[in-house]
C-alpha cells in the first residue's frame, strides 16, 4: 500500500513557473515508479511525466517537454515536478500516481493515487 500527497499549485501567470511535490508513504514506496497526471474540466486525465523507481525510465508528453522536469529524491520518497514557461493551457487537476518498479505513460497501469493539486495558469 501507498499513499500519496501532492503539494505546490497554485494560481501563477502564463510565464511562471510553480514546482509540485509528492510525498510518497509506504514500506514499499521506494521501490514504486511516480507519474504525474492532469485533468482539466470537462476532459480526461492526461498524462504529463513519469520516472521509474531508479531515477531512470523517463518520460513526457510532447506538450510539455522542454519545460517540464521531473526528479525523485528516493531519500525522502518524494518526486517534484518543476513547470516553467506556463501556458494558460496546463491549467489543471495535478495528480500524482504509483505503480511498481517501472514508469509508464497510461493512467491505468497505475495503482495508486493522490487527491490532485490545482494549478491554475492566467493570460
Known amino acids: 500500500q501507498v499513499q500519496l500527497v501532492e503539494s505546490g499549485g497554485g494560481l501563477v501567470q502564463a510565464g511562471g513557473s510553480l514546482r509540485l511535490s509528492c510525498a510518497a508513504s509506504?514500506?514499499?514506496?521506494?521501490?514504486?515508479?511516480l507519474g504525474w497526471f492532469r485533468q482539466a474540466p470537462g476532459k480526461e486525465r492526461d498524462f504529463v511525466a513519469a520516472?521509474?523507481?531508479?531515477?531512470?525510465?523517463?518520460h513526457y508528453a510532447d506538450s510539455v517537454k522542454g519545460r517540464f522536469t521531473i526528479s525523485r529524491e528516493n531519500a525522502k520518497n518524494t518526486v517534484y515536478l518543476q513547470m516553467s514557461s506556463l501556458k494558460p493551457e496546463d491549467t489543471a487537476t495535478y495528480y500524482c500516481a504509483a505503480r511498481p518498479y517501472n514508469s509508464r505513460t497510461t493512467s491505468g497501469e497505475y495503482n495508486y493515487w493522490g487527491q490532485g493539486t490545482q494549478v491554475t495558469v492566467s493570460s
Open positions: 520516472i521509474s523507481w531508479s531515477g531512470g525510465g523517463l
Open positions: 509506504g514500506r514499499t514506496a521506494s521501490t514504486y515508479a
